[in-house]
């Protein structure tokens, strides 16, 4: 079996369910309002993704015209807020998984606070963050930081001890400082872990943000699908879950490019 | 030629849950500088325990080493270590593998490379610089981490079993590459290993070490005009005296492992 005839089979799948939801409806026997045909659902997207006001050359470019149309927007606003969480909750977990991998004592000192807090799933801190944070971006990025702040704090911190011992004897042998060895050995060792954690971490994120723009926000993909709800427009709803699929799937996509530059030394696990 | 590497009195134990073991018992050792020393002896007869003492990996419970008149007690580049693992950062390239150590030394970027080129040119590694570890056979890893450890420039070479995990044929071209590298440089090698055929190939001295506690049972000078022949007559009577020090001590190993397995 080729891949390429293995691909085409995976289209098939797809296009064969699309064929099967278009009958479904045709034959009446869902009520489109519940379900709503693909063809009704591209149109709708189509809808969504056109810019809303005819091009004006006078006073617009043509690309910020191109990108005027709802789901850009809705799709720019919850990128914005995954990334900025994404970072911050990145950036506090990188220094203390290091840290907590590194030190028995750093270890033992942090790791029942963040047994206790682990567990807390990031939708639990909704009140606590708009009482903290009130509505907008802020409460939105704050969900989306813890989100993605537990994948890479513990992946991190399994990284740093899963360091072959063999490496840090070799680097001491070639004379290595203790932060020489940290940098140059630790951290590159480690970053296969570091980076499954920030792809769970990113996911997790996307998650979060849809939930989070239900509750706090008024724009985005989320906050789109719940309002959609509202004025009954399941085809919209569809429209907006898929787009949600889609950049999902670019997010990864571009996660995995990086792993594989950053990785490109990396096979397996072995020495 | 003055002394080089000084092993008096050396104990080391372990702790275990099953009581204390005892790797090594009164070791007691002197190495000419430019002298080529192997270890040899059946596995936890304490011969890497040894070694790892000297790079100061793990220091002894007793006793002093002491090289260049200096007590050793961390590792450092002047006792350069080749590990049977190779030891190879798969992140690194080969080139950079090899100029790690004088990064480290705060060489210049341009100095680094001359030497890394002229390094790996010396172990026929010159058209692999820009590949990774894991493009690599064996043998050619052992060549990178060997360039590495000379890279350094350290006098002394410590090497656990660096061929062990090579196939017969590499090893013995690794061999030969050794003692080139060895009678061109004019390093002091310790060289463990449990291959007695190597040891009669490579050493000036032979130091047989018995199963635990780990002493030195018997020192061989071996006086044999190199390139060795392993055909000849002196080489195999020297071969049958060593296998027969050898096997008592494998004998014993084999009996305390099938007891500590029956007492289990």
């Known amino acids: 079996m080729t891949e390429g005839s293995q691909r085409f089979k995976g289209v098939l799948l797809i296009l064969g369910i699309l064929a099967l939801w278009e009958g479904v409806g045709l034959l009446g026997w869902v009520n489109a309002k519940v379900l709503p045909p693909p063809h009704a659902v591209a149109i709708k997207w189509w809808e969504y993704l056109a810019p809303q006001q005819p091009y004006d050359a006078e006073s617009d470019s043509r690309l910020s015209w191109l990108l005027s149309g709802e789901l850009i927007q809705d799709a720019m606003g919850s990128l914005y807020r995954v990334l900025a969480g994404f970072v911050v909750g990145t950036l506090l977990a990188l220094p203390i998984g290091l840290m907590m991998g590194a030190s028995r004592q750093i270890y033992q000192l942090c790791n029942p606070l963040l047994q206790i807090l682990r567990p807390i799933p990031p939708i639990a801190y909704i009140p606590l963050s708009i009482l903290w944070f009130g509505l907008g971006n802020p409460p939105a990025i704050f969900l989306i930081a813890i989100g993605a702040f537990f994948p890479v704090l513990m992946n991190t911190i399994a990284g740093v001890r899963a360091v072959d011992g063999i490496f840090l004897r070799a680097a001491r042998n070639l004379g290595a400082s203790q932060t020489t060895i940290f940098m140059r050995v630790i951290l590159p060792a480690s970053t296969p872990y570091i980076l499954t954690g920030m792809r769970i971490g990113i996911g997790t994120a996307f998650i979060v943000v849809i939930v989070a723009e239900m509750i706090a926000v008024n724009n985005g993909l989320g906050f789109r699908i719940l309002e959609a709800r509202e004025y009954f427009w399941s085809d919209k709803i569809i429209a907006g879950m898929l787009s949600i699929g889609l950049i999902g799937l670019a997010i990864d996509q571009a996660m995995s490019l990086l792993n594989n530059h950053l990785l490109r030394w990396h096979r397996g696990l072995e020495h | ?264």
């Open chain 2, 1 to 264: 030629m003055d002394t080089n590497i000084v092993i008096s009195g050396v104990d080391k134990t372990f702790p275990t849950p099953h009581g204390a073991v005892v790797a090594l018992q009164d070791i007691h050792l002197e190495i000419k500088k430019g002298e080529f020393v192997c270890l040899l002896g059946p596995s936890g007869c304490g011969k890497s325990t040894l070694l790892n003492a000297v790079a100061g990996f793990s220091l002894p419970t007793q006793g002093v080493i002491k090289v260049n008149g200096q007590a050793v007690t961390q590792p450092g580049p002047d006792r350069g270590m080749v590990f049977q693992e190779y030891a190879l950062f798969p992140w690194m390239t080969v080139a950079q593998n090899v100029g790690f150590g004088l990064e480290i030394k705060g060489l210049a970027k341009a100095d680094v490379r001359n030497r890394v080129n002229a390094l790996l040119k010396l172990l026929k590694l010159f058209e692999f610089g820009e590949r990774f570890p894991r493009d690599l056979s064996g043998g050619m890893r052992q060549r990178v981490a060997i360039a590495r450890i000379l890279a350094l420039d350290s006098p002394i070479l410590l090497m656990d079993e660096p061929f062990g995990a090579l196939d017969a044929l590499t090893r013995r071209s690794l061999q030969d590459e050794l003692l080139r590298i060895w009678s061109e440089l004019g390093k002091t090698v310790l060289f463990v290993t449990h291959s007695i055929e190597e040891s009669i190939f490579l050493a000036d001295r032979i130091v047989v070490m018995t199963y635990r506690p780990g002493t030195i049972k018997r020192d061989i000078r071996v006086t044999l005009p190199r390139p060795r022949d392993s055909a000849s007559p002196e080489f195999n009577a020297l071969k049958r005296e060593l296998s027969e020090l050898v096997s008592s001590e494998q004998a014993r190993h084999e009996d305390a492992e099938r007891r500590a397995l029956t007492t289990d």
